[in-house]
């Protein structure tokens, strides 16, 4: 299977994007990548397993809407791997941790779309159990394991810096300007700061006091406006990452 994945990539790479060569080698891959080890997603009651799961798959095989190679080409350079002399298992533990970094993006994306109210710690349904802000590899990987999620590791920390930052500067002023009506105080950036940042969090029957505000109307608001808010924002620089 390992030697199987590596010649599937190769084709894949080397061929042109759209080309039915190319189209043949992918969906080959794309029949394979179930099989692979620790790959299979077990069904979650808060998310569609299968959703998230076709479109990681679509993540590996697709570039800007069409079929194409681009992606796994990025897989390959950044690691720099010789897909004539690789390890096909080092190949394969590579492939597979870069398919578990999309995979758990797009678990993400569905259970937003599902209208779920998403909390920053919500748990993604995944063997690590991450969360939304806690998405880590599982620990004491062994040598060939820790290279092989570096990437996501850095990726992780990367987006929690970015989300981090945008949440207190709030450039555009889309948390200040959402709250309540006749409590400008409550807003969403004010919020977000004293539930998530604060250490420990604060609690609601203490923010609203503080915020001279009604318990029911913060968190309606909060419920409502605020955490939509916050998965939009989320979503948007995950897809600026996506595209650097």
Same mark, same amino acid.
């Given at each position: 299977?390992?030697?199987?994945?590596?010649?599937?990539?190769?084709?894949?790479?080397?061929?042109?994007?759209?080309?039915?060569?190319?189209?043949?080698?992918?969906?080959?891959?794309?029949?394979?990548?179930?099989?692979?080890?620790?790959?299979?997603?077990?069904?979650?009651?808060?998310?569609?397993?299968?959703?998230?799961?076709?479109?990681?798959?679509?993540?590996?095989?697709?570039?800007?809407?069409?079929?194409?190679?681009?992606?796994?080409?990025?897989?390959?350079?950044?690691?720099?791997?010789?897909?004539?002399?690789?390890?096909?298992?080092?190949?394969?533990?590579?492939?597979?941790? /870069?398919?578990?970094?999309?995979?758990?993006?797009?678990?993400?994306?569905?259970?937003?779309?599902?209208?779920?109210?998403?909390?920053?710690?919500?748990?993604?349904?995944?063997?690590?159990?991450?969360?939304?802000?806690?998405?880590?590899?599982?620990?004491?990987?062994?040598?060939?394991?820790?290279?092989?999620?570096?990437?996501?590791?850095?990726?992780?920390?990367?987006?929690?810096?970015?989300?981090?930052?945008?949440?207190?500067?709030?450039?555009?002023?889309?948390?200040?300007?959402?709250?309540?009506?006749?409590?400008?105080?409550?807003?969403?950036?004010?919020?977000?700061?004293?539930?998530?940042?604060?250490?420990?969090?604060?609690? /609601?029957?203490?923010?609203?006091?503080?915020?001279?505000?009604?318990?029911?109307?913060?968190?309606?608001? /909060?419920?409502?406006?605020?955490?939509?808010?916050?998965?939009?924002?989320?979503?948007?620089?995950?897809?600026?990452?996506?595209?650097?």
């Amino acid at each position: 299977m390992d030697e199987q994945l590596r010649q599937l990539i190769q084709e894949v790479v080397l061929n042109t994007d759209g080309s039915p060569q190319q189209k043949a080698a992918m969906n080959r891959l794309l029949k394979l990548i179930p099989q692979l080890p620790s790959v299979y997603i077990s069904p979650n009651s808060e998310i569609n397993t299968r959703d998230a799961f076709n479109r990681a798959l679509e993540g590996v095989s697709t570039f800007r809407g069409n079929i194409s190679g681009e992606n796994i080409r990025k897989f390959v350079q950044k690691r720099n791997l010789n897909l004539e002399n690789v390890d096909p298992e080092f190949l394969r533990k590579c492939f597979i941790q /870069w398919f578990k970094i999309i995979l758990k993006f797009k678990k993400i994306d569905v259970y937003r779309e599902q209208g779920e109210a998403l909390s920053l710690d919500v748990c993604l349904g995944d063997e690590q159990k991450s969360t939304f802000l806690d998405i880590l590899p599982a620990p004491n990987p062994s040598g060939i394991e820790q290279l092989a999620r570096q990437e996501e590791i850095e990726k992780t920390e990367n987006f929690q810096r970015r989300l981090r930052c945008y949440l207190e500067v709030d450039p555009e002023k889309k948390l200040r300007n959402c709250f309540p009506h006749q409590y400008p105080q409550a807003n969403c950036q004010e919020i977000t700061k004293r539930r998530f940042f604060k250490e420990p969090p604060e609690k /609601w029957k203490k923010l609203a006091q503080e915020l001279n505000i009604p318990l029911g109307t913060v968190t309606s608001h /909060w419920q409502r406006k605020c955490q939509p808010l916050l998965q939009e924002i989320a979503k948007s620089i995950q897809e600026q990452m996506e595209k650097e």
